[in-house]
Nanobody, 119 residues
Framework: EVQLVESGGGLVQAGGSLRLSCAAS????????IGWFRQAPGKEREGVSC????????YYAEPVKGRFTISRDNAKNTVFLQMNNLKPEDTAVYYC????????????WGQGTQVTVSS
């Protein structure tokens, strides 16, 4: 059974930090690109960051550049999202997702973890 389980969310004051984890199982983790997405109340889901399966190259959405860092530990089948200097506008449910090799869509999704940043 494929599973992606996010953890590490919570309530933090503006300027604080959180580290999200995405633990994967049930598929060949090394072969999959992993992305982080978020969805705030009343807004569409948006991509935050992703990391490739091959060379570990990364992408960041403009609003989080310089504040968030994505990384992966293939030995632990886990991807991390280090979030620093958090802002109230970062408040959202954060999801991780896995992209099957050779495709351009995310096939597996986690249930999400809530991040709330107070001002």
């Amino acid at each position: 059974e494929v599973q992606l389980v996010e953890s590490g969310g919570g309530l933090v004051q503006a300027g604080g930090s959180l580290r999200l984890s995405c633990a994967a199982s049930g598929f060949t983790f090394d072969d999959y690109a992993i992305g982080w997405f978020r969805q705030a109340p009343g807004k569409e889901r948006e991509g935050v960051s992703c990391i490739s399966s091959s060379d570990g190259s990364t992408y960041y959405a403009e609003p989080v550049k310089g504040r968030f860092t994505i990384s992966r530990d293939n030995a632990k089948n886990t991807v991390f999202l280090q979030m620093n200097n958090l802002k109230p506008e970062d408040t959202a449910v954060y999801y991780c997702a896995a992209m099957r090799p050779g495709t351009v869509q995310y096939n597996y999704w986690g249930q999400g973890t809530q991040v709330t940043v107070s001002s």
